[in-house]
Nanobody, 118 residues
Framework: QVQLVESGGGLVAPGGSLRLSCAASGSISRLNAMGWYRQAPGKERELVATITSISSSTNYADSVKGRFTISRDNAKNTVSLQMNRLNSEDTAVYYC???????????WGKGTLVTVSS
């Protein structure tokens, strides 16, 4: 089993920045992808960004390219999401995700709320 714990959500004004962090613990496959998904009220959960463990290959949703940066620390099993130039459409619950690349099994955190409002 893998446990994921997110931190860093909160209220931020439009144009502001916020940094999310996620710590993974448990039986973590060396080959994995960690990332962030989000779900806004009334909408489906969508991918925000992912990063792989070996090559640190990244993937971003078009809506966040150039504003968000994902990074990870393999030694600490953590992944972070630096979010800049936030706008109201970024308001959502953000979920940390870890996917084992050999098996495809996914794990989810409980989510952290990000609210962009003046």
């Amino acid at each position: 089993q893998v446990q994921l714990v997110e931190s860093g959500g909160g209220l931020v004004a439009p144009g502001g920045s916020l940094r999310l962090s996620c710590a993974a613990s448990g039986s973590i496959s060396r080959l994995n992808a960690m990332g962030w998904y989000r779900q806004a009220p009334g909408k489906e959960r969508e991918l925000v960004a992912t990063i792989t463990s070996i090559s640190s290959s990244t993937n971003y949703a078009d809506s966040v390219k150039g504003r968000f940066t994902i990074s990870r620390d393999n030694a600490k099993n953590t992944v972070s999401l630096q979010m800049n130039r936030l706008n109201s459409e970024d308001t959502a619950v953000y979920y940390c995700n870890l996917r084992s690349l050999p098996t495809g099994i996914q794990y989810w955190g409980k989510g952290t709320l990000v609210t962009v409002s003046s």
